[in-house]
């Protein structure tokens, strides 16, 4: 996969909240006049209204706490050593070089407050910062889910970013070497054998790789 944002094709999100637009404040706004929409999140919702704003008559912010976008679909491969992290992974602010009124902001969301318009995001090295918007889109993803067995977490994990990929990749290697070093035949089958549960896009590519 070539590491560029222009690969990935997501399909566009359903709505930005509209806010009322009499009384917004936005502080320090680009351009007098303009409105401000922040989006949370720079995964394929945020990317894709990112996109879909290109010439909007406002200024976009888009708040993610990593500075790069993966194409999840491949994470699977990652995972597996097939792939490298870099081969999965696009700089985020590849955005903002592309589109003039989009500007990237390295943190995370920690609040939100409707009365005065404004989002708090933690930035590492700079601490608390309050983004004030008009519109606010809201693309920060999911978690993965134990249908009420969270302590199989421990054992199972998610597979959403690319520290989930490398502690997967980090276990099944060392399977790898565990099993040829050991002279033990059960012991041997134990670390050879590998359980998926979930017959799922990713559940059925892992084996077939």
């Not at 955005?95 to 390295?106: D, R, T, Y």
């Not at 054992?155 to 099993?179: C, H, M, N, Q, V």
Request: charged share 20%.
């Amino acid at each position: 996969m070539s590491e560029t944002l222009e690969e990935v094709r997501p399909p566009a999100p359903k709505v930005a909240r509209p806010l009322d637009s009499e009384s917004s404040s936005i502080a320090s706004a680009p351009g007098v006049g303009r409105k401000r929409i922040v989006i949370v999140g720079g995964g394929f919702g945020g990317v894709a209204a990112v996109r879909a704003l290109k010439h909007c008559d406002a200024d976009v912010v888009l708040i993610d706490r990593r500075n790069h976008h993966i194409f999840q679909p491949l994470l699977y491969q990652v995972a597996t050593a097939v792939l490298a992290p870099s081969e999965i992974a696009a700089p985020i602010r590849q955005l903002a070089e592309k589109q003039k009124n989009v500007s990237v902001m390295l943190g995370e969301v920690i609040g939100l407050d409707m009365s005065s318009r404004s989002v708090e995001a933690s930035c590492p090295g700079v601490g608390i910062r309050k983004v004030q918007f008009d519109y606010l889109v809201i693309a920060a993803g999911m978690q993965p889910s134990y249908f009420g067995h969270d302590e199989f977490a421990n054992y199972a994990p998610g597979l959403k970013s690319l520290s989930d990929a490398e502690t997967i990749r980090t276990k099944i290697l060392s399977a790898y070497e565990l099993a040829d070093t050991t002279d033990d035949e059960s012991e041997r089958a134990r670390q050879m054998t590998f359980v998926l549960v979930g017959a799922g896009p990713t559940g059925v590519a892992v084996p077939a790789d």
